[in-house]
């Protein structure tokens, strides 16, 4: 890394957001890749870097309920659907906390539904959504390691400093992000091509989500920030990242769980197959399990997964990675990805809005300093 690294032109100026609903577009900077460099231990840092670039420097109770979140994308995708019907995307506080009391979610996927760019974003891009997640439940030190790493060379680039909008700190050589106002959350927007300081890893193109429409390229900042979202109750601050140890608390006091270390549940994962042949041999079962409980047939034995050979049932494996599971996206168990919108909006009305329009990213140039503007949603 070269601390000299002074980008030419410009990054995320911020302008007025002309709705406090406008959701963010979301676009790759390149096809998500996977070689032959992934051994049997899981994907390489170059693989892992490429996943987690777009996030690595958003707060960190933030990539704690994004990161566990994605172990359940059909989750992710009911969340979404649910927040598009008006009366649901017009609820606030006490009112939202009551309506979220009433879904089956898991507590990570409820966390989400205060920050709609982020269900947008992860919801169109479920290829990521799913990588990211099973790469996390798989590898969980190595993306620890892999979000460490990125913040240490935006820090080195000039790009990670303390804002209004975060503070920045380290403790234990590890790079922490926290809400500079406990009460709200600002979401960052980047270009992964810029803040890190030259891309170490040219095969592997970083994931890139385009701002919210009414954030602009050219005003010479390096990460822009939108509305902030004030924090809703026990949906926040529940989780706290040991980076050192590389251990995700739990803190059932706020979050009504048991605490402890973060552990999955593959109840919520609703059947959607794992990519990790060890994450499918310990959890296929109960998460099939979980998939024939919530549309109402009753849990059978030998609902695991499997065909009626006793064969795993397969879905077209990237090549180069032998451990994981074809699955780009591992929806395909349930048919088209629009049998499971339509699956995951059962018994409610119809209210999908468009999807977002994919765009080109720019990466002509990077920015200096801190934040954008911003205010209150």
């Known amino acids: 890394m070269h601390a000299s690294f002074r980008p030419a032109a410009l990054l995320f100026g911020l302008l007025s957001l002309a709705s406090r609903d406008v959701l963010p577009q979301a676009v790759p900077a390149g096809q998500l890749t996977t070689s032959a460099s992934a051994t049997d231990s899981g994907l390489s840092e170059a693989e892992l870097d490429q996943l987690t670039a777009p996030i690595a420097l958003y707060a960190d109770p933030l990539i704690g309920q994004l990161l566990t979140a994605a172990t359940y994308p059909l989750e992710i995708v009911q969340a979404h659907r649910w927040l598009q019907d008006p009366a649901n995307g017009a609820l606030k506080g006490d009112q939202l906390t009551t309506a979220l009391e009433q879904q089956s979610w898991d507590l990570s996927v409820k966390s989400l539904v205060p920050f709609p760019q982020i269900l947008q974003m992860m919801d169109s891009n479920l290829e990521w959504t799913e990588r990211i997640g099973d790469a996390f439940l798989a590898q969980q030190d190595a993306v620890m390691d892999s979000i460490q790493r990125l913040r240490k060379r935006a820090s080195a680039a000039g790009a990670l400093t303390s804002v209004p909008q975060q503070t920045v700190s380290t403790e234990d050589q590890a790079i922490q992000i926290e809400p500079a106002n406990p009460e709200v959350v600002y979401v960052p927007y980047y270009d992964p091509n810029m803040v890190y300081g030259p891309w170490l890893w040219p095969d592997y193109p970083p994931f890139v989500f385009l701002p919210p429409e009414g954030m602009i390229i050219g005003a010479g900042l390096w990460i822009g920030f939108g509305f902030g979202f004030p924090i809703l ?62 549309r109402g047939f009753p849990t059978a034995s030998g609902a695991d997964g499997r065909g009626s050979s006793g064969a795993p049932r397969e879905a077209t494996m990237p090549r180069g990675a032998p451990t994981f599971r074809s699955a780009p996206p591992a929806f395909e168990s349930f048919g088209a990805r629009a049998q499971v919108r339509s699956d995951s909006a059962r018994g409610a009305a119809s209210r999908s809005a468009p999807a977002p329009r994919a765009a080109p990213s720019s990466h002509g140039g990077g920015s200096r300093g801190g934040g954008g503007g911003g205010g209150h949603r």
């Open 233 to 294: 109750g026990s949906y926040w601050g529940w989780n706290h990242w040991d980076w050192h140890h590389h251990r995700l608390d739990i803190d059932g006091r706020r979050a009504g769980v048991r605490s402890g270390p973060w552990e999955h549940d593959p109840s919520h994962r609703r059947g959607v197959p794992y990519r990790s042949e060890a994450a499918s041999a310990r959890f296929q079962a109960q998460s099939e399990s979980g998939r024939r409980e919530a």
